[in-house]
């Protein structure tokens, strides 16, 4: 069941172009972030009930996608990780399909097996793992 409802950019503004361009192209372009595969996650916004799209580092494994809230390494989660605690049916846009997912947050043996992926996907991860105490959350997304 596909998300509704009124779309609200990111305040960031590279963040909202990156968006904009990628959805604009049809998932060809603005797909990468220093040279490594971007996806497009909507979620529902847990207060105001709008969609909220979020690029993330595309991590993926035999159809499986995992979404890293990382948010750089800062001490406090990013909004969207509320969202789709909130609501767990998201959209996510890989290239130019676009599909709906069921996400769940994954912890112990199962989270360390998508850290690795995610890891391997984006090593800057690593690294924002060791700058903050805030255990980064993971959210693998199945195929509805
Ligand atoms: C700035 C804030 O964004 P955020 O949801 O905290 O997400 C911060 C970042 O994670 C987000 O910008 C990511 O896209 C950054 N980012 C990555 N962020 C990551 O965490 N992981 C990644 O792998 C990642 C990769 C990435 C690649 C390219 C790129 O351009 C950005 C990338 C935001 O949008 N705030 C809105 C509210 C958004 C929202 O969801 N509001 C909810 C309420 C949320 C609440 O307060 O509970 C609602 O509408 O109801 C606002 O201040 O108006």
Redesign the pocket.
């Known amino acids: 069941m596909p998300l509704t409802g009124e779309y609200?950019a990111?305040?960031?503004e590279?963040?909202r172009?990156?968006?904009e361009q990628y959805e604009g192209s049809g998932g060809t372009e603005g797909t990468t972030?220093r040279g490594l595969p971007?996806i497009i996650?909507t979620?529902?916004?847990?207060?105001?009930?709008?969609l909220?799209k979020?690029?993330?580092?595309r991590?993926e494994h035999e159809g499986t996608y995992a979404?890293?809230?990382?948010?750089?390494g800062a001490p406090k989660?990013?909004?969207?990780?509320?969202?789709v605690l909130?609501t767990p049916t998201v959209e996510l846009q890989d290239g130019p399909v676009r599909k709906d997912y069921v996400a769940r947050e994954v912890t112990g043996e199962e989270k360390a097996q998508w850290w690795d992926r995610?890891v391997a996907a984006?090593p800057d991860?690593a690294d924002y793992q060791r700058k903050t105490t805030r255990e980064?959350p993971v959210f693998v997304l199945e195929p509805v």
């Open positions: 609200e990111s305040p960031t590279w963040v172009k990156q968006v972030m971007v996650l979620t529902k916004g847990n207060k105001s009930g709008k909220r979020t690029p993330l580092m991590v979404a890293v809230a990382s948010l750089g989660h990013p909004v969207w990780y509320h969202n909130s995610a984006f991860y980064i």
